[in-house]
């Protein structure tokens, strides 16, 4: 079945760029996705790509798709405090399918 | 724009009690969707709605768990009787079409079954 995979901690000095990896199983993902989850809050979409991109860069956000390996990552440059969350990588087809979620903490 | 609303925002009861939670969606918004967080976990899909009609409920645990959206905007989840594992963050997200990323989350209710 459909399944997505995530490191489930990261953590990154304030200033620093971080790397949040994911591999999903769903070769016929129309879309693949990142959301971020603060603490007491729901979900928030933060970028999505088509699965015909290889790249998508938003602000700082870039987010790479090896389709061929079924690998997504998202980078965020210049890593703030307030980026310090739960990171969801979801596959979708007919509905989504989250990931377990990478904790993000931010060392000042 | 308000965005999603959900109440209550925590709720503590024993096993084998029932439990209703309240979504009201974004003003305008078709599509409804009710999804379960266990801790350390992503959100699973248990119900979606288009208007008050069922689109997905293929992950609802149907022997316990009862959804409705009777006048196609506000819904309610129901866990009767509730298990231990229920335990988890129900989320509720709204979106004007059936577009994945165009879905707006609620800030969950969060059960605790003891």
């Known amino acids: 079945g459909e399944d997505v995979e995530q490191s489930l901690f990261l953590s990154v000095r304030e200033g620093d760029s971080s790397v949040i990896n994911c591999t999903y199983t769903d070769s016929s993902s129309t879309y693949l996705y990142w959301y971020k989850q603060e603490p007491g809050a729901g979900l928030q979409l933060l970028t999505y790509?088509?699965?015909?991109?290889d790249m998508k860069q938003d602000q700082r956000l870039t987010v790479l798709l090896n389709k061929k390996d079924k690998h997504l990552s998202l980078r965020i440059a210049d890593t703030q405090t307030g980026d310090s969350a739960i990171y969801f990588c979801?596959?979708?087809?007919?509905?989504?399918?989250f990931g377990p979620g990478t904790s993000l903490s931010v060392i000042p | 724009e308000a965005g999603v609303a959900q109440s209550p925002r925590y709720k503590i009861i024993e096993k084998r009690q029932s439990v209703a939670f309240w979504c009201n969606p974004i003003s305008g918004h078709a599509t409804l969707y009710w999804y379960q967080q266990i801790l350390g976990q992503g959100p699973k899909l248990l119900i979606q709605?288009?208007?008050?009609?069922?689109?997905?409920d293929s992950q609802l645990p149907k022997d316990r768990f009862s959804a409705e959206r009777l006048k196609g905007v506000d819904s309610t989840l129901k866990i009767q009787p509730a298990k231990l594992e229920d335990s988890a963050v129900y989320l509720c997200?709204?979106?004007?079409?059936?577009?994945?990323?165009?879905?707006?989350f609620g800030p969950g209710t969060r059960l605790t079954v003891t």
């Open positions: 790509i088509f699965s015909n991109m």
């Open positions: 997200a709204s979106s004007a079409g059936q577009v994945i990323h165009e879905q707006y």
């Open positions: 979801a596959e979708t087809d007919d509905k989504v399918i």
């Open positions: 709605f288009q208007n008050n009609g069922v689109v997905d």
